[in-house]
C-alpha cells in the first residue's frame, strides 16, 4: 500500500493564500513591487562592488556574494508564488518541488555560511589590524566564497537525498507559497518525531554552528572594542561591523522565529508570515541596510549617479 502512494504522488498542489480572495491583485502587486526592489537592490550592490576600486575589499566581495544569494534565494520563491496568488493555487510537479527546495535551501546555507565569514572578516579587521592585509588576501577570499557555496550546495544535497528516501502517503495538497522543508515532512508516511529529529541534526552544520561562530567573534570584537581608549575610536571601530550585526539580526531573528520557536499549534496564516520574512523581507532588507549604514557604499553610489546624470 506504501508503494502504491508514493508511486501515485507525482505532483502536488500548492493553494498559497486562499484567504485573500478579495485582495489577490493588490498583493500581487504589493509583493511584485518588493520583488523589483529586492533585485534592483541587489544587483546595484553587485555592480557598485565589481565596478568600483574602493570598494574592491574582502568585506565588499563578500557582500557581493551575499546578495546574489539573496537574489537566487528570491528569485526562487516569489514569480511561482506571484502566479499562485493570481491563479489561487498551483500544481507543482515532485520534481519541481524538491528542485525549488533545492535551490531555496543551498542560498539560504550558503548565506549562513557567507554572513559567518563576513563576521570572521570583521573579526580580523578590529581585533587584528595589523595582520588583517596579510592574512586576508585574494586567495583566501575566494576560498571561503567558494567553501560557502559549496557547503550550503552538499548540506542541501544531503537533505535532499534524505527526503527522497522516504516514502509519499499523505494527500498532495499543500497549504503553502512553496515547498518548504517543514511542510513537506507532513506528506511523508514515516514518524514525524524521527523526521523532525533527522532534519534537525541536519541542519545544525548549516544553522547552529555558523551561528555559535558568529556570537564567538563578536563577544571578541566587542571586548576589543570597549579596550579602546577613545570615544571617538571606539565609534569608527563598531561602524565597520554595525551593517553586518544588523543584518545577521534580521537574518537569524526570522530563521530562528521560524525554524526553532515550535512549530506546533502555530497557525498557517503565523507560518506562512514568517517564512515571507525570510524569503521576502529579508532579500530585501539587506541592501537598505548597507546602503543606509555604510558610508563607502553611499559615496559610492552618488558617485555613480553624478557620473550618469553629468553624461
Not at 535551501?105 to 548565506?111: L, M, N, P, R, V
Amino acid at each position: 500500500m506504501l508503494r502504491e502512494n508514493q508511486t501515485t504522488v507525482t505532483e502536488f498542489l500548492l493553494l498559497g493564500f486562499p484567504a485573500i480572495h478579495n485582495f489577490k491583485i493588490l498583493l500581487f502587486f504589493v509583493f511584485l513591487l518588493l520583488y523589483i526592489c529586492t533585485l534592483a537592490g541587489n544587483i546595484l550592490i553587485i555592480i557598485l562592488v565589481s565596478t568600483n576600486h574602493h570598494l574592491r575589499k574582502p568585506m565588499y566581495f563578500f557582500l557581493s556574494h551575499l546578495s546574489l544569494s539573496d537574489i537566487l534565494l528570491t528569485t526562487d520563491i516569489v514569480p511561482n508564488m506571484l502566479y499562485i496568488i493570481m491563479a489561487e493555487g498551483a500544481v507543482i510537479s515532485l520534481a519541481g518541488c524538491i528542485s525549488q527546495y533545492f535551490l531555496f535551501s543551498t542560498s539560504a546555507g550558503a548565506e549562513c555560511f557567507l554572513l559567518t565569514v563576513m563576521s570572521y572578516d570583521r573579526y580580523l579587521a578590529i581585533c587584528h589590524p595589523l595582520r588583517y592585509s596579510a592574512i586576508m588576501d585574494f586567495k583566501l577570499c575566494f576560498q571561503l566564497v567558494f567553501g560557502s557555496w559549496f557547503l550550503g550546495f552538499m548540506a542541501t544535497l544531503n537533505m535532499v537525498i534524505f527526503v527522497c528516501s522516504f516514502q509519499l502517503c499523505n494527500p498532495n495538497v499543500i497549504d503553502h507559497f512553496f515547498c518548504e522543508m517543514t511542510i513537506l515532512l507532513e506528506h511523508f508516511c514515516s514518524n514525524r518525531l524521527i523526521l523532525d529529529t533527522i532534519v534537525f541534526v541536519l541542519g545544525i552544520p548549516i544553522v547552529v554552528f555558523p551561528f555559535v561562530f558568529i556570537i564567538g567573534t563578536y563577544i571578541c570584537i566587542f571586548l576589543t572594542i570597549l579596550s579602546i581608549s577613545s570615544t571617538t575610536g571606539r565609534q569608527k571601530a563598531f561602524s565597520t561591523c554595525s551593517s553586518h550585526l544588523a543584518v545577521v539580526c534580521t537574518y537569524y531573528g526570522t530563521l530562528f522565529a521560524k525554524y526553532v520557536v515550535p512549530s506546533k499549534g502555530q497557525s498557517l496564516t503565523l507560518m506562512k508570515i514568517t517564512s515571507l520574512m525570510y524569503t521576502v523581507a529579508t532579500p530585501l532588507f539587506n541592501p537598505i541596510i548597507y546602503t543606509l549604514r555604510n558610508k563607502e557604499i553611499r559615496e559610492a553610489l552618488w558617485k555613480c549617479i553624478s557620473i550618469k546624470l553629468q553624461t
